[in-house]
């Protein structure tokens, strides 16, 4: 058996769609909820940011993934690693979501600000959460369970 020190491609892309789809139900969420507050309240401006967002996000999520891929040493990541990773996360997320709110919303006002720190701190907890699952899962589980399935 193999041991793994680094996630796969094929890990990082499917880790990638598991937090695409819990951050994007968190976007539509919280913007529907901003967009309520301001008296604006539109669900298909939600789904519309949430739409974007998904299919911009995972690409950039993937090659954030590929790049934190360096860091790691040994084949260990701490609880303080997975809070970097998380910052850094934040930062060029929440950036995109306030110009993809902005941009939807016509106005890079108050609302796409409001939406922008919102997220900042409901996807930071959700997303240090999402990572410390994943460790969970032992690398290599996906490879082998490929390699076993194409037998």
């Not at 850094?88 to 796409?112: C, H, N, P, Q, Y």
Request: aromatic share 14%.
């Amino acid at each position: 058996m193999s041991v793994y020190k680094k996630e796969s491609h094929l890990r990082s892309l499917i880790k990638g769609f598991s937090w695409r789809i819990v951050a994007t139900t968190d976007t539509i969420l919280v913007v529907l909820l901003v967009t309520c507050l301001t008296g604006n309240c539109s669900l298909e401006n939600a789904i519309k940011i949430g739409f974007i967002e998904f299919f911009i996000k995972i690409a950039v999520y993937y090659f954030h993934e590929r790049v934190w891929q360096f860091s790691i040493k040994n084949g260990v990541v701490t609880k303080r690693e997975t809070l970097y990773k998380s910052i850094s996360w934040r930062l060029i997320a929440t950036s995109m979501t306030f110009i993809i709110s902005g941009s939807v919303l016509e106005a890079f006002d108050k609302v796409a600000l409001y939406i922008a720190l919102t997220e900042l701190f409901t996807k930071f907890a959700l997303y240090y959460l999402h990572e410390r699952i994943w460790l969970k899962l032992p690398l290599g589980r996906i490879r082998n369970f490929i390699k076993k399935a194409v037998k």
